[in-house]
């Protein structure tokens, strides 16, 4: 039984699905389909997760105790709210990272205690893999450059690869689900992702995903850049990885050969199940 609180308005006013949103629906599902009770915004029970720390969970900071409280994952650390997190980690049990190079990040750079930061990735209610296969290439883009995209696209056509793009912002669930049914694989050029549910989303169609990944995060200068990535939860049943534009060539002859081997919806029923999920937030809760 717990108690969660977020503001809706945190999501901003758009019907398509973003980052913030898809982690209090994907929550509730798996709460639901676990038989997990829970209030939202009351204190109805003895634990308390407050997923979105803003003013709302800056206002509960006073009134719950410490043992019984965790925050985040949807904590920005660099704002007022997230500062006076930060400095007063008594007001909570535990800080909540959603990948490893998130909490890297909170350890690392911010000197905040490992044992006082988790990691805990939301469930991915995965996507009916219905495989009707119109086109060779989904290439998702998303926070990269333009040279980046044009280096993509370039590679695509002199290989003669059928694509259609999909760019950050201007989708919906349907289109994710809709084109990832639709193609034979999916090329990544995307930035840092803190979990990535839509990258996870487009594995759960059982589609292989081909990446350009980062291997740091610099968005806010040079004191804060640490190692990260844009694939945070990842194995090598989900595809080829590659970091640079002289590797794509190489990689993606091995990509090829070995195309029909991946099993990127495996990779998410065993490791981002909506159960799987809640058994490790349950554990952060029970943690003595």
Same mark, same amino acid.
């Given at each position: 039984?717990?108690?969660?609180?977020?503001?809706?308005?945190?999501?901003?006013?758009?019907?398509?699905?973003?980052?913030?949103?898809?982690?209090?629906?994907? #929550? @509730?599902?798996?709460?639901?389909?676990?038989?997990? /009770?829970?209030?939202?915004?009351?204190?109805?029970? *003895?634990? %308390?997760? =407050?997923?979105?720390?803003?003013?709302?969970?800056?206002?509960?900071?006073?009134?719950?105790?410490?043992?019984?409280?965790?925050?985040?994952?949807?904590?920005?650390?660099?704002?007022?709210?997230?500062?006076?997190?930060?400095?007063?980690?008594?007001?909570?049990?535990?800080?909540?990272?959603?990948?490893?190079?998130?909490?890297?990040?909170?350890?690392?750079?911010?000197?905040?205690?490992?044992?006082?930061?988790?990691?805990?990735?939301?469930?991915?209610?995965?996507?009916?893999?219905?495989?009707?296969?119109?086109?060779?290439? #989904? @290439?998702?883009?998303?926070?990269?450059?333009?040279? /980046?995209?044009?280096?993509?696209?370039?590679?695509? *056509?002199? %290989?003669? =690869?059928?694509?259609?793009?999909?760019?950050?912002?201007?989708?919906?669930?349907?289109?994710?689900?809709?084109?990832?049914?639709?193609?034979?694989?999916?090329?990544?050029?995307?930035?840092?992702?803190?979990?990535?549910?839509?990258?996870?989303?487009?594995?759960?169609?059982?589609?292989?995903?081909?990446?350009?990944?980062?291997?740091?995060?610099?968005?806010?200068?040079?004191?804060?850049?640490?190692?990260?990535?844009?694939?945070?939860?990842?194995?090598?049943?989900?595809?080829?990885?590659?970091?640079?534009?002289?590797?794509?060539?190489?990689?993606?002859?091995?990509?090829?050969?070995?195309?029909?081997?991946?099993?990127p919806r495996k990779f998410v029923d065993e490791n981002l199940s909506l159960k799987k999920s809640v058994n490790i937030l349950l554990e952060i809760i029970n943690a003595s």
């Open positions: 039984m717990i108690n969660l609180f977020f503001s809706e308005q945190y999501w901003g006013h758009t019907s398509n699905m973003n980052g913030p949103k898809k982690v209090i629906m994907n #929550l @509730l599902e798996s709460l639901k389909q676990e038989g997990i /009770e829970y209030a939202v915004n009351e204190e109805k029970y *003895k634990n %308390n997760f =407050i997923i979105q720390y803003d003013a709302l969970g800056h206002d509960k900071h006073s009134k719950i105790e410490q043992e019984t409280c965790i925050i985040g994952p949807q904590v920005w650390l660099f704002d007022t709210y997230g500062q006076f997190a930060l400095h007063n980690p008594q007001y909570y049990k535990s800080m909540i990272a959603p990948s490893q190079w998130v909490k890297d990040l909170y350890v690392n750079k911010f000197g905040m205690d490992e044992s006082k930061v988790v990691v805990w990735p939301v469930g991915i209610v995965p996507f009916k893999a219905e495989k009707n296969v119109e086109f060779d290439c #989904l @290439l998702y883009f998303k926070r990269r450059t333009t040279e /980046e995209f044009n280096q993509v696209t370039s590679f695509l *056509k002199e %290989n003669n =690869i059928s694509y259609k793009t999909l760019s950050y912002g201007s989708y919906n669930d349907k289109d994710v689900e809709t084109l990832s049914n639709k193609c034979k694989f999916c090329f990544m050029v995307n930035g840092t992702e803190s979990q990535g549910i839509a990258v996870q989303e487009i594995m759960s169609t059982d589609t292989p995903l081909f990446v350009w990944d980062v291997k740091e995060w610099n968005d806010q200068g040079e004191n804060f850049r640490v190692p990260a990535t844009s694939i945070p939860y990842w194995s090598d049943e989900c595809g080829e990885v590659f970091y640079t534009a002289d590797q794509m060539k190489e990689t993606y002859e091995r990509f090829c050969a070995n195309i029909d081997k991946y099993q």
